[in-house]
């Protein structure tokens, strides 16, 4: 299979922070921005992979870096930055603004693995992913180590 250029996988999307999404102090819920990183990934793994369906493997850890708040626009962006077999990491940042002020804060960032499906639901093959720009390379050159980080994270021992 021919490489794709990781900018071909790029995902942008726009969404205003309302208040039915927002909780008691005026703040957006984490699973709300969940859904959405989740929703950008779904969207890049598609345009990578060239299927209608992919599903979410995995979601590393997410860490809330700034609050969004009613009246706020979040700026959600996902790239493919490494791929496996089936699966494909992917990037998702968000960050969001206050409009009237112009301020920008980064709100979250994570990895996702989704693996893309066939039709009959099994898994299919994805085309490798090329990083052109010196930013692609880093996170291309680093996925091995985060790829290494999940294989361990599964293997720990559970509570039962």
């Known amino acids: 299979m021919k490489a794709k250029p990781m900018k071909e996988s790029q995902a942008i999307q726009m969404r205003l922070v309302l208040p039915p ?13 969940l859904a959405y990183i989740d ?4 969207i890049s793994a598609m345009k990578h992979s060239g299927r209608r369906v992919v599903v979410t493997a995995s979601i590393d850890s997410v ?7 009613v ?3 979040l700026e959600l962006e996902a790239n493919v930055t490494s791929t496996g077999r089936t699966s494909m990491e992917v990037y998702v940042r968000v960050k969001s603004q206050n409009l009237q002020t112009g301020e920008e804060r980064l709100t ?13 639901g099994k898994p299919v093959e994805v085309p490798p992913v090329k990083p052109e720009s010196a930013g692609e390379k880093q996170f291309f050159e680093t996925a091995p180590a985060r ?12 509570l039962s």
């Open 63 to 69: 860490d809330f870096l700034s609050p969004a708040h």
């Open 71 to 73: 009246g706020d626009v």
């Open 39 to 42: 929703e950008i990934a779904g």
């Open 147 to 158: 790829r290494e980080y999940r294989k361990n994270r599964v293997k720990a021992p559970r």
């Open 108 to 120: 979250t960032e994570s990895f996702l693995t989704l693996v893309a499906m066939g039709d009959d």
């Open 21 to 33: 999404d927002t909780n008691h102090m005026d703040t957006i819920f984490g699973g709300k921005v």
